[in-house]
């Protein structure tokens, strides 16, 4: 059982993502913008951060450069609308592992967890 941060300023995707996760994943925290993810990944060292792309006061690039930066083993999944393919990229220059495309279906978010984390 993954422990599991979730970052998304949307409380609906949030909620979302929490229902298909806590079946098999613990989730440690839900945050809503950047530097609480930063804050909390320091505080609480999830296995994997689920990360929203587009966020207030610091994105999900940006916060994933800062956690990547600081613990070069963290694992993080971007969460992104379709047709963010250039964010993606960045993202993954950023660090990120993975991502999965909003609107979430469960069996893509737990296979882009296990292609992840495996």
């Not at 296995?47 to 990547?68: F, W």
């Not at 070069?72 to 495309?101: F, H, L, N, R």
């Not at 609107?103 to 737990?110: D, G, L, R, T």
Request: hydrophobic share 45%; with cysteine; glycine share 6%.
């Amino acid at each position: 059982m993954a422990e599991v941060l979730i970052a998304d300023d949307s409380e609906f995707m949030r909620n979302l993502l929490g229902e298909i996760l806590e079946e098999d994943h613990q989730i440690v925290a839900e945050v809503e913008n950047g530097v609480e993810a930063t804050e909390m990944y320091a505080e609480t060292t999830p296995d994997l951060v689920m990360m929203d792309i587009v966020m207030p006061i610091k994105d999900g690039i940006e916060a994933t450069a800062a956690i990547t930066d600081s613990d070069p083993d963290a694992t993080v999944i971007m969460c992104t609308s379709v047709g963010q393919e250039e964010k993606m990229k960045e993202a993954v220059k950023a660090g990120a592992a993975g991502y999965i495309t909003k609107p979430f279906q469960k069996p893509a978010v737990v296979d882009a967890i296990q292609e992840t984390i495996a």
